[in-house]
């Protein structure tokens, strides 16, 4: 949705213009192409109406043909062999009938005894159709021969001639004449350019409708035949025929009784090309006037886009140029009235006008704002470049520098050292560059060459351009440095002293958890400061069997609240290695500003020998009072 946006308005219009188009295209490709599905449903029709009218008459044909044969099997002539007495009537017969190439008769060993046509007696023993018939005793067909007898293409049929009982004494056969087909074929007033093709059992062509002269007696194109071979009965489909023309084709299959191949393949096509070039000029046509159409919307939505929007729309560009110039009398709607575009230039008149009372009122604030910033406590310098664009009065009071002196001069001027200058703005610029505010403490230099402790903070005025500048806040801070030092050199003395001590320092929060333990404390007890740092008092140095956590609870309590009484408090406590120790200690509570407790402070010191000496002289004294009563008694 963003692309479509950012395209002219042009561009946008061409885009609905051929939004509204595609369903037109939709319909007339959809059209096109349900032309072209019932052209090629006419066309299986057509080829399956030829196939079965071709078939039908073949089958016509071979009845009428056995018809005959089996009538002249009965005449007396046939069956007294009187060659003289029937010869005439098979020529007369062939001479009404010019579907037939000649009618023969030969006895059982092949040799033809009698013909209707002027031939010499050939045998035919080797033919399809006798063997067929001896095997048979049936009408049979025969194959695509050239005939011995009269030297023609032909495709022979046969009936078996017995006697009276039942022998087999000859066959009485009849050839039809291929050619035949071509005067058959006129009579079916099929389209233009279809055309059948007749294949034997073998697959070799008997005829073909066109350039029939020229394929008769070569084989079928082998995958073509298999797929006539392969299907039961017929079938209609698409492939490319001898002659490569890629057709739609109707085939069907024609068998005698008896026989378990069919004698004769019908083999129908209409080029693919014919049937589907009206629909595709159809479709060609429509395609052409729907451009012709699309082309013209492109022309109009290019020329009602142009001089209704976008020349309208730069005339309010060019308003607005003037108005961004500082020209806030200019009028937008002088230049465009009318529509969308004539409110939106009565929207853009108002908004001059508002800008100019803002211009007024904005005119007061930097009066105003300037006034806060030049006595604001703290330096302020607005930054381009890396030059001073502006600072306020404290910001030269601070560097020492006069009115307007510090004015579009570097800021390397305030730094102590070029590489302080380059290493600042490194960092400073890399983080103002991806929209975040920087804080540094450093050094600067005034301009008699002293230097002073300053806390620097700057922002870029806009985030997304850091070339528009930044705003800096300079503030002095050097006595809050030294006051940090001299906190820093006391600390470090009391650290040192701590360190050095020869007491136990140690230190719990109100829960009793150790948090610091001195050099001379970590040695006495035997532990590291990694492995006492955050353990309890509690069965750490003070033994778990001299006190619970209801004891720790009140010891804490009694130490913040009656400090005193814990101010000296001898105690028996426990050393890594389990040696038990006296030690002398010294509690007082630990506070914060706020007066609240957050810890204890303990100073203890190892009275473990003393302990023994008096344990000691307490034991002798006990045995020198025991000694003197049984001296006086």
């Known amino acids: 949705m963003n692309r479509i946006v950012a395209m002219s308005i042009r561009s946008q219009l061409f885009l609905i213009a051929l939004i509204v188009a595609i369903p037109a295209a939709c319909i007339i490709i959809f059209s096109g192409i349900n032309l072209r599905n019932e052209a090629m449903s006419e066309a299986r029709i057509q080829t399956q109406k030829v196939a079965d009218r071709i078939a039908s008459d073949q089958h016509n044909l071979v009845v009428a043909a056995q018809q005959l044969l089996t009538a002249l099997a009965q005449l007396p002539d046939v069956t007294s062999h009187n060659a003289v007495g029937i010869q005439p009537i098979l020529s007369e017969i062939l001479k009404l009938n010019p579907q037939y190439a000649n009618i023969f008769i030969a006895d059982n060993a092949g040799y033809v005894w009698t013909q209707g046509a002027q031939a010499k007696p050939v045998n035919v023993t080797d033919r399809r159709y006798f063997m067929n018939a001896l095997a048979s005793g049936q009408f049979s067909s025969g194959e695509y021969i050239i005939s011995k007898a009269i030297k023609k293409p032909v495709l022979n049929f046969a009936s078996p001639l017995k006697d009276k009982k039942g022998e087999f004494i000859g066959v009485i056969g009849v050839a039809f004449n291929l050619d035949y087909y071509g005067r058959t074929m006129e009579k079916l007033e099929v389209p233009h350019r279809m055309n059948f093709l007749l294949v034997d059992h073998r697959g070799t062509v008997l005829f073909r409708s066109i350039n029939a002269a020229q394929i008769a007696g070569n084989q079928d194109r082998p995958e073509l035949f298999m797929h006539m071979q392969s299907k039961t009965d017929g079938d209609t489909f698409i492939d490319r025929g001898n002659d490569g023309v890629k057709r739609f084709m109707t085939f069907r299959k024609l068998s005698l009784k008896g026989e378990a191949l069919p004698y004769m393949y019908i083999r129908v096509g209409i080029p693919v090309d014919m049937v589907l070039s009206e629909a595709n000029m159809a ?271 009140r010891m804490i309590e009694g130490i913040c609240l009656h400090p005193a009484a814990y101010e000296k408090n001898e105690n028996e406590n426990i050393c890594k290695d389990g040696r038990r120790v006296f030690i002398n200690w010294s509690n007082k509570p630990i506070h914060n500003v706020s007066g609240d407790y957050i810890g204890i402070l303990s100073v203890g010191n190892d009275v473990t020998y003393r302990r023994q000496i008096e344990s000691q002289l307490q034991k002798s004294l006990t045995e020198k009072e025991t000694l003197l009563r049984e001296l006086y008694h």
């Open 283 to 553: 479709l060609m046509y429509s395609l052409i006037l729907f451009t012709l159409f699309l082309m013209s919307a492109f022309f109009l939505s290019g020329l009602i886009g142009k001089r209704s929007i976008a020349d309208r729309l730069a005339l309010l560009k060019m308003a607005s140029k003037r108005l961004a110039d500082g020209d806030l009398q200019t009028r937008a709607s002088d230049l465009v009235s009318g529509g969308e575009l004539g409110e939106l230039a009565l929207a853009f008149d108002g908004m001059a006008e508002q800008i100019a009372l803002r211009e007024l009122s904005l005119f007061d604030k930097t009066a105003e704002q300037d006034t806060i910033l030049q006595n604001a406590i703290v330096g302020v310098a607005f930054v381009k470049e890396r030059r001073f664009s502006r600072v306020n009065r404290k910001m030269e009071q601070m560097f020492g520098y006069d009115r307007n002196e510090m004015d579009q001069l570097s800021t390397e001027l305030i730094y102590p050292s070029h590489e302080a200058f380059e290493q600042a703005g490194k960092a400073a610029y890399a983080s103002l560059a991806e929209g975040k505010a920087y804080f540094l403490e450093l050094t600067m230099k005034r301009k008699d060459g002293s230097c002073f402790w300053a806390s620097l903070s700057g922002q870029a005025v806009d985030r997304s351009e850091i070339g528009k500048g930044s705003i800096w806040i300079l503030q002095d801070i050097t006595k809050r440095k030294r006051a940090e030092e001299e906190l820093h050199k006391s600390e470090e003395r009391y650290r040192e002293l701590v360190e050095n001590a020869n007491s136990i320092i140690l230190r719990w929060d109100m829960q009793g958890n150790i948090t610091f333990l001195n050099e001379y404390g970590l040695n006495f007890f035997g532990y590291t400061e990694a492995e006492i740092i955050g353990k309890n008092v509690m069965g750490t140095i003070v033994p778990k069997a001299a006190r619970d956590g209801a004891d720790l609870e």
